[in-house]
């Protein structure tokens, strides 16, 4: 096999790219190969080793541990790796911080390339000392159409075996495989091979892989999701910004998404967070709405949750936005952080208790609802933050009404 018959990935493999320039000239160094399962990695790693001729180890950071690599470092100089050693370390995110610091030994000597894979994102699981000295290259899931040529590749292959038994692959069951496989190339040729030996017989001439014989060996495409995973934090992301950017039609994608993996409890939290920080004051009662959803949803439960759950998400999207309420509590937490904090003013404390009047406690406090409309001025914030302003009304219908409200309050009051 070599680099051209890699489906996919033509970002980083295609004609004068640069892993690809580096396998074939055998000097592709120390890399993290980041990327959804069925993707390519471990195949690109061993045509590395082969171009290079390097000796090929392969581990599995699930099982193997620091004795592994030691007895991997001892064949450093053997016979049969003159040339050097490709290490390929597969899921890297698996090992603990000791183990990828028994790694850098690996990595400084030069005598050991090592190709570190991982299905997340590597600046959140794998230490700086190893990045540092790595170069990363992200694998994309692979597009339907170059699923398509790795599946009739394969039927090709498979025919070898065959030899007195024609494989006929209709074109729908190719497609339908190459799309239920949700860019993993393994998955799909995995359901070629059961869809070939799930109809072999000696007394046919054919192995006939129609669409009905695709849908059996593929029944439910498959969701890249993983709850304690990367990936489920940018579908979320991708939720919470469809929504916020008013697209009904893309949040309802990404609700299905979070469906579809049964995250009922993701999906509540979220809800509630875009109520409050997206659509806010812009429309304040959307809160306590979605909150009668999400009741609705819990009590429910799968797969009847999807409806009020679904009325939820359509209402944040095409609610008018705003975010003030955020921007408020973030800035004023900010400057408590920066010690921006000055002293509460003597007519605002504590007056409920004797002697209080004796320190000056609570004396030239103006009880608001003793006055025209409930309001009089006076000053509330440290005489350090006295002109702050925390709370920016947006421009949106009812937040232009409490605008225009404290206006009026202020000029009644003058």
Known sequence: MSLDDIVGQRHILGEGKLLRKMIEYGRLGNTIFYGPSGTGKTTVAYIAAKISEKKFYKLNATNAGVSDIK?????????SSQKGILLYLDEIQNFNKKQQQSLLEVIESGNITLIASTTENPYFYIYNAILSRSTVFEFKPIEADDILKAIYRAVE????????????L???????????ANGDVRRALNAVELCVYGTYSDKNEKIIIDLETAVQASQKKAITYDKLGDNHYDILSAFQKSIRGSDPDAATHYLARLVSADDLLSICRRLMVIAC????????????????????????????????????????????????????IDAAISDIQTGKVGEILPHLRDSHYSGAKKMGRGIDYKFPHDFPNHYVKQQYLPDTLKDKQYYAPQNNKFEKSIERYRKGLIKDEL
């Open 71 to 79: 007895n991997i470092i001892s064949d450093i100089g053997g016979f």
């Open 170 to 180: 209709h074109a729908d069951a190719a497609k339908h495989i190459a799309n239920m």
């Open 157 to 168: 292959i498979t025919q070898k075996d065959f030899q007195n038994v024609k494989i006929e």
């Open 277 to 328: 920080e997206d659509v806010g004051m812009a429309y304040p009662s959307a809160v306590s709405i979605v909150k009668s959803c999400i009741d609705c949803a819990l009590q429910l439960g799968f797969p009847e949750a999807r409806i009020p759950l679904s009325q939820a998400v359509i209402l944040l999207a095409t609610a008018p936005k705003s975010n003030s309420a955020i921007l408020a």
